[in-house]
């Protein structure tokens, strides 16, 4: 019965969910961060100037978003709007990690469901 439910709705569940997540977190990240870097360049860290550190190239945006979302600076953005779009970010971003982790866990701990 577990098992049924498990293999036929929970894991393409959180495998659709963590793909099209993370899909559209990259997406949104990138957005709000170009958005940051135009109006509130300070907001964000210093760029890296060499080789793998670039921000630019291995998606360190989306670090960028999440630093700005722990330590409260995402206030400072003035229109709603925007704001908006950055807590639409922040809970794909969620919806992302908590659907891996039902993966990690269905795959790590297997004896609960079989």
Known sequence: MIKQFVLDYL??????????????????????YDHLETHYHDMLSPKATHGFL?????????????????????????SSSWRLFF?????TGGVMLLSLSGLFTIFMFPRWWR
Do not use: C, H, K
């Open 87 to 91: 807590w639409l970010t922040i809970t």
């Open 54 to 78: 670039e921000t630019e190239s291995i998606g360190g945006y989306m670090a960028d978003v999440w630093r700005v979302a722990r330590n409260g600076e995402w206030r400072r953005i003035q």
């Open 11 to 32: 894991l393409p569940t959180l495998v659709s969910t963590g793909l099209g997540g993370f899909l559209l977190f990259t997406l949104l990240a990138r957005l709000v």
